[in-house]
């Protein structure tokens, strides 16, 4: 049962390189009442489809083929200012939302979410607000504006984070980190478990292909 929104609807086009998203994302929002005016598969199709229908809102995938959401957003707003942005993702680390939000985004949906949850999203952007899906890790966002008031959780981090963070990139342990810095190993664990908090990461894996995916890493 679809329950409408009381956001006068608007139109939308929806962007995902996978066929079944988009036409779930698209039946979805259809049942709530919008206009889905076109769809595209990648980022320059997006561009050319926003350009040419400039619908109301933009449901954008993050990873795309030939052109990533970001940067696919950045363009379309610098042209269609007017239209509002949210970015759908599997993401979930503060610096990817971070990212989306300085590109002008107004909204970020992770994908797991409900359709209860992107419904609401459109709602929100359409009324002039912003929305940030609550499943987003560790990522505050203070003031009346997503864009101007978030923070990236890279500039936060300290010179001595970034060379424990080098450290445990490069494979050594806390202990062969603590002696090349001079800290105790205990200290080590502490900073891994600092920088795990302020880049929304679960584990130290997961540290790492964060660090890799963002260039984090000295050349």
Do not use: W
């Not at 009324?127 to 101007?148: H, I, K, M, Q």
């Amino acid at each position: 049962m679809h329950h409408k929104s009381t956001t006068p609807p608007g139109t939308i086009l929806v962007v995902d390189d996978h066929g079944i998203v988009r036409d779930g994302i698209s039946m979805l929002l259809q049942g709530n009442g919008h206009q889905v005016v076109g769809t595209a598969a990648t980022g320059k199709e997006a561009i050319l489809e926003a350009l040419r229908l400039a619908p109301d809102v933009i449901i954008m995938d993050l990873v795309l083929p030939d052109l990533n959401g970001i940067d696919a957003t950045e363009y379309i707003l610098r042209r269609l200012p007017l239209t509002r942005i949210i970015i759908l993702s599997a993401s979930r680390t503060s610096e990817h939302v971070y990212r989306a939000l300085r590109a002008g985004a107004r909204g970020y949906v992770i994908k797991d979410a409900a359709g209860s949850e992107l419904a609401q999203a459109v709602a929100t952007v359409l009324a002039g607000g912003e929305y940030l899906s609550p499943r987003t890790n560790n990522f505050d966002v203070d003031g009346s504006s997503c864009a101007s008031a978030a923070v990236s959780p890279l500039e936060s981090l300290s010179a001595r984070e970034r060379q424990v963070l080098h450290g445990i990139c490069d494979g050594s342990t806390s202990a062969e980190v603590a002696r090349r810095l001079c800290l105790s190993a205990k200290t080590v664990d502490t900073y891994r478990g600092r920088l795990m908090t302020k880049l929304g990461v679960g584990n130290r894996t997961a540290l790492i292909r964060f660090a890799i995916e963002h260039s984090l890493l000295p050349l």
